[in-house]
């Protein structure tokens, strides 16, 4: 690690708890090896500390944070601004702090898109896109693709009534292409057919519970590109059907290293070697 100053500037990351994130590492490796006097350091935050927690952040060298469970919608009543984006997603992942004013972000989305594209060559707009799960990612994934123009976003949750929700929020406030569908829904495997990209939004396929599937297997097909936003294992049991399928296989690492790269530049204003974020990230998760 460099040598630390005053001159140091610090980024934090609040969330609760923290012990399997691999943020700090990805970001202070690529800070020393740009040579950046800049530190990442991680805080383990109970909800009913954060507001004084991030007052005290405002008023020394801190430039941001990144925010992660349980925060991501407690800390939107403690910024001065927010993005658009943000602000319509409901939840920030990165604050920027300047001249002790905050502004908030959520790179979750644009960390998606990017690694569809890098991944696989795809934009989103015209796509047809299948989503499992309809949690806080979701949530972020799906209002990003409404707002890049996707043909169509269905939404397919275990709790049905939150992918009715969702799908009316993103119909009234971005364009009219959701809609939802029960998980064990007839049919399913016709709406399946009509994807361009299914998604894994759920935590089916975490080493927790690596050996499940978010759909049953009749709905991944040759045709798709299959999205996994769970990195570890790095290959998950639907990437594993996916890819034996002949399908196009991205995985959820791509999400965490870019969704980490777009915070890079709101805090630092530098792109951010991306190759070192990757091999720091394979390293500690192998
Ligand atoms: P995140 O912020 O990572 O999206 P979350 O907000 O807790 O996490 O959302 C988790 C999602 O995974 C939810 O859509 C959840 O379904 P419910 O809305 O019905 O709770 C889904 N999920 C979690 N475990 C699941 C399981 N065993 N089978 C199907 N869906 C599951």
């Given at each position: 690690m460099n040598a630390l100053t005053v001159n140091t500037r610090l980024v934090a990351l609040l969330g609760n708890p923290l012990g399997h994130s691999i943020s700090a590492q990805m970001h202070n490796r690529v800070y020393q090896e740009m040579g950046m006097d800049y530190c990442y350091l991680p805080f383990e935050v109970a909800e009913e500390d954060l507001a004084v927690v991030f007052a005290g952040m405002k008023k020394i060298n801190f430039v941001g944070c990144n925010v992660t469970i349980p925060h991501k919608r407690a800390i939107v009543d403690l910024l001065d601004e927010i993005d658009p984006l943000a602000a319509v997603i409901g939840a920030v992942n990165t604050v920027c702090l300047t001249d002790g004013r905050s502004r908030g972000f959520n790179t979750d989305g644009a960390g998606f898109l990017r690694s569809l594209r890098e991944e696989a060559?795809?934009?989103?707009?015209?796509k047809r896109f299948l989503v499992f799960g309809c949690g806080g990612a979701a949530r972020a994934i799906a209002i990003t693709l409404a707002n890049e123009k996707a043909e169509r976003i269905i939404l397919c949750n275990r709790t049905y009534q939150k992918a009715v929700a969702l799908a009316e929020e993103i119909n009234q406030?971005?364009?009219?292409c959701a809609s939802a569908i029960k998980m064990?829904?007839?049919?399913q495997q016709d709406h399946a057919a009509d994807a361009d990209v299914l998604i894994n939004t759920t935590?089916?396929?975490?080493?927790?519970?690596?050996?499940?599937?978010?759909?049953?297997?009749?709905?991944?097909?040759?045709h798709h590109t299959v999205v996994d936003?769970?990195?570890?294992?790095?290959?998950?049991l639907f990437l594993q059907k996916a890819r034996e399928k002949g399908a196009t296989v991205v995985h959820g690492l791509g999400m965490l290293i870019y969704q980490g790269a777009a915070a890079f530049r709101l805090f630092t204003g530098r792109e951010p070697l991306v190759e070192v974020m990757q091999r720091e990230a394979f390293q500690l998760l192998r």
């Open positions: 060559g795809i934009v989103p707009a015209g406030k971005i364009a009219p064990e829904q007839e049919g935590s089916v396929g975490m080493s927790s519970c690596h050996r499940a599937l978010p759909c049953p297997e009749a709905c991944i097909m040759a936003i769970v990195y570890n294992p790095y290959t998950t």
